[in-house]
């Protein structure tokens, strides 16, 4: 199996990766004609998402959206293969940091940081291109590929870009021994938590939604500021991405305010731009259990 899948990396993704970009975006353009004209990837799954989302689009809007979506998606997925033999001078042209001094202020003062986001535009790019203006040692907190061999190759990438990857499981032993070091911890901020009890419930795009609860509960415990990253499309292959301070004082908060505020951008960011956000995940699979409070208003 090990064999089967190196022949397959080699011999075909990597390949693949160094085609020029020009000839990739022309893979892409059909590979959005047989996604979605042809196979119909989770149709179903991202008009249900829409719908719920923006009750008040009518059903043409939101299959304008789809579409576009769906292209954007092909690209992600394109730039994801790409960002495999991407050097680090063209990650840092296709993916600009607009204000790396506002995590610089939290290092002056010896501080870690927690950096929230969401699935938005070329994630994958952004991992890469995180750590290159920034002074903290970026910590990319994620769930491990089922792949052994995959799981290396890809740790192994993110890791040869300044990013240390760092399985969930592993999480609180970290947090435990490197409490005096100066770390960006990436937290998901748009991940469906395992367990429907221990979230955070809320309002989001219009649904009551539960949300992972680990950044502001380590942000808490640790007294680590936490700040919100956000992507924007500059236009086709380049983005830029910015931080928004969320909480510098996280101990001085109540139950579920940083949460809430960061909850709080991410919606307002896909309101704004829902192209960039991934649809075709199934965020609402959770049931809400008997009792549970959920905070916040309905929009």
């Not at 690209?75 to 607009?98: Q, V």
């Not at 920034?134 to 994620?142: D, G």
Request: hydrophobic residues 35%; glycine residues 6%.
């Amino acid at each position: 199996m090990k064999v089967l899948t190196a022949i397959f990396y080699y011999g075909i993704v990597i390949p693949f990766s160094s085609l020029p970009y020009r000839l990739l975006y022309i893979i892409s353009d059909l590979m959005f004609f047989l996604i979605y004209y042809v196979v119909g990837y989770r149709k179903k799954v991202v008009m249900q998402n829409l719908k719920k989302s923006f009750p008040v689009n009518g059903k043409r809007e939101n299959k304008r959206i789809a579409r576009k979506f769906y292209r954007q998606f092909c690209d992600t997925l394109i730039e994801g293969i790409k960002g495999l033999t991407m050097s680090r001078e063209d990650i840092h042209e296709r993916m600009y940091n607009r204000n790396p001094k506002l995590l610089d202020k939290y290092f002056n003062q010896g501080k870690s940081v927690i950096i929230t986001t969401g699935h938005y535009y070329s994630w994958e790019w952004w991992f890469l291109g995180i750590d290159m203006p920034v002074r903290h040692k970026i910590v990319l907190i994620y769930k491990e590929l089922s792949n052994r061999y995959l799981e290396e190759k890809l740790k192994f990438i993110r890791s040869s870009f300044g990013v240390l990857p760092l399985p969930f499981q592993d999480v609180r032993s970290f947090f435990k021994d490197h409490e005096n070091g100066t770390y960006g911890y990436i937290f998901g901020s748009d991940q469906a938590p395992h367990k429907a009890n221990k979230a955070y419930w809320t309002w989001f795009l219009n649904q009551e939604t539960p949300v992972a609860f680990g950044a502001e509960k380590f942000a808490v415990e640790k007294d680590i500021p936490v700040v919100f990253c956000r992507i924007n499309k500059i236009r086709r292959g380049f983005y830029e991405f910015e931080y928004i301070d969320i909480e510098s004082e996280p101990t001085k908060t109540n139950y579920g305010d940083i949460t809430k505020k960061y909850t709080a951008i991410l919606e307002e960011t896909i309101n704004h731009d829902p192209v960039g956000w991934l649809w075709t995940h199934k965020r609402w699979k959770r049931e809400k259990p008997a009792g549970m409070e959920v905070h916040g208003k309905q929009s």
